[in-house]
């Protein structure tokens, strides 16, 4: 199984996604990889949101909601969008728990596009 199928089966809306580049696979494949090295270059932690930096994890989180948008990772992309209005909000329990609930698919998503760099 290739990685678009595989993404498929973990709810990504690949079509939507290629709707986004015009149909472009090449394009959206490169665009999988990068957002690998965004996360692996300015991960978050849960320890983030007692830090008291929020406007640097507004700006993380706010980069990850368009990234996740772009490639029509939908649950991903909810769950950020949730995340940035309640630190918006001053609400840093709830953005946090929302952080935690979609880190899970998240995982399995980054783990996906990690075994099929290949064909990136």
Known sequence: MGVMEELE???VDIDEGLDRVMGDEALYKMM???FVD???AEPIDIEDFNSGDIEAL???VH???GTTGNLSFSS???G???TLQNLRDDNITQAKADFEKLLPIQNKIIDCIERHRDEL
Do not use: A
Request: proline letters at 0%; glycine letters at 14%.
């Open 9 to 11: 089966g973990l709810g």
């Open 32 to 34: 999988l990889g990068i």
């Open 38 to 40: 965004t996360i692996k």
């Open 58 to 60: 507004k700006h993380q």
């Open 63 to 65: 980069t990850l909601k």
């Open 76 to 78: 991903l992309f909810e």
């Open 80 to 82: 950020y969008m949730s």
